[in-house]
């Protein structure tokens, strides 16, 4: 029932900026934290960001200062603002949520489909 859904991928130019969104929809308890992970081809998943719910951030050493990952939590959201991007920031860009969906006490990793960005002139 659970559902997360990105957007805002496309083609950038070297040195634009893009910005991802998230939207967590379904049966959703309490998100405990929110990221993004990226793929490009030929290359394992990597972390990108994370977001937990006490508002601390976690960023990969290739993208800190250039990314920031922000969350609307009143609508399940977790945004990822990119800047100053490079060819090497190229991916399929993947939403996960670490969400509560019952009372039970156990939380799920959840993700999105992915969201293609390309950098490249």
């Known amino acids: 029932q659970v559902q997360l859904v990105e957007s805002g991928g496309g083609l950038v130019q070297p040195g634009g900026s893009l910005r991802l969104s998230c939207v967590a929809s379904g049966t959703i308890v309490h998100i405990v934290s929110m990221g993004w992970y990226r793929q490009a081809p030929g290359k394992q998943r990597e972390l990108v960001a994370t977001?937990?719910?006490?508002?601390?951030?976690d960023y990969a050493d290739s993208v800190k200062g250039r990314f920031t990952i922000s969350r609307d939590n009143a609508k399940n959201t977790v945004y990822l603002q990119m800047n100053s991007l490079k060819p090497e920031d190229a991916a399929v860009y993947y939403c996960?949520?670490?969400?509560?969906?019952?009372?039970?006490?156990?939380?799920?990793?959840?993700w999105g489909q992915g969201t293609q960005v390309t950098v490249s002139s």
């Open positions: 996960n949520g670490r969400l509560y969906t019952d009372y039970r006490g156990n939380w799920s990793d959840y």
């Open positions: 977001a937990n719910s006490g508002g601390a951030t």
